[in-house]
């Protein structure tokens, strides 16, 4: 009946983006959206509340391909009327009567208890505290010196200690001791001919959909793109450029075509990331991804798709932007 969605895009990000999208259109469905922008979510919410930036609030990063916590200084106050997310739950706790108290508890606090809960337990936070944090600026992981493995003294956190091939703690969860692979529920039946199966790999210049609606990378990107095998496009009658439609019994979505050797036969990529409101048809690439969950670790099955590519517009080459060889390496 309601729904309050922050720090996140759905609309554009999650796999069988149709059918999501129906489900927000709901009547009866109250929708606010903490926001920056005006995403193709936050057109679909009853009330729009605007968001800080990093800029303007106090956070913590953790480490994401790299071994530093950094501490996030507030550069300036909120600009307008803009809350950051943990305000805005704070101040709905206290107009619905919850009175715990660290409901009540300022940035600084929950963080420095964040870091004093996860020290007990992880020895990679030894010695990093928030007064560190604020005054040293990033700090380093304890432990980690060059050359530093995660496990390389072969030691796991499992009951054994060891790599456990066979793993009897699954079996407390209802999973087969020794895993197997399970063919994903989109291929129960065999690919037709026509059919691809698609992968959908993260954008150059996006992070997930975040920067996607900035003017200078979107020219960058380039406009949304599905790259296929010359073999697989001579079958369909596709020219590097064309535009073409890619679908699914899940929904369908318009493409420029870019055809190279770089694509094995058989299969598709398209990356994530562009706003729907930004493509000629209002669509994504996610309109066709499969909701389905994984049989193991119940994760998203993004790359488990079969897909037709057909041609709709013959256009010619594709422009410098969208050419591989244009990509930069990751």
């Given at each position: ?127 990093i505290t928030l007064e560190r944090l604020q ?7 304890a432990r980690v010196e060059p050359g530093w ?182």
């Amino acid at each position: 009946k309601a729904m309050i969605v922050w720090n996140s895009n759905p609309l554009v990000i999650v796999p069988n983006a149709d059918r999501a999208r129906e489900g927000m259109a709901r009547d009866d469905l109250f929708t606010i959206v903490h926001e920056q922008f005006l995403t193709d979510t936050a057109k679909y919410a009853d009330i729009v509340l605007p968001a800080t930036t990093q800029l303007e609030q106090v956070d913590l990063h953790k480490a994401y391909g790299h071994y530093f916590m950094q501490y996030n200084h507030r550069a300036i106050e909120p600009l307008g009327e803009a809350r950051c997310n943990w305000d805005v739950m704070r101040t709905l706790a206290a107009g619905m009567g919850y009175d715990e108290p660290w409901l009540r508890q300022e940035p600084e606090e929950v963080i420095d208890e964040i870091l004093t809960a996860t020290r007990a337990i992880n020895p990679l936070l030894d010695g990093i505290t928030l007064e560190r944090l604020q005054n040293e600026g990033p700090i380093p992981y304890a432990r980690v010196e060059p050359g530093w493995v995660p496990f390389g003294d072969g030691v796991f956190p499992t009951l054994s200690g060891k790599v456990e091939l066979l793993c009897e703690a699954l079996v407390e969860k209802g999973v087969d001791a020794l895993p197997d692979y399970v063919p994903p529920s989109e291929f129960a039946e065999p690919l037709r001919s026509d059919e691809l199966v698609l992968f959908t790999s993260a954008a150059h210049h996006f992070t997930s959909t975040s920067m996607g609606n900035l003017p200078a990378l979107m020219r960058k990107e380039g406009e949304p793109f599905i790259e296929i095998n010359p073999l697989d496009a001579a079958d369909r009658g596709i020219s590097n450029g064309d535009r073409v439609i890619a679908a699914n019994n899940r929904g369908e979505v318009q493409l420029r075509a870019i055809v190279t050797d770089d694509m094995p036969r058989g299969m598709a990529l398209a990356p994530k990331g562009q706003w729907p409101k930004h493509n000629v048809d209002g669509h994504n690439i996610n309109s066709l991804t499969s909701d389905a969950l994984g049989d193991l670790g119940g994760q998203s099955t993004f790359h488990s798709n079969r897909v037709t590519v057909r041609i709709l517009d013959r256009i010619g080459d594709a422009p410098p932007e969208l050419a591989p060889a244009s990509i930069p390496a990751k």
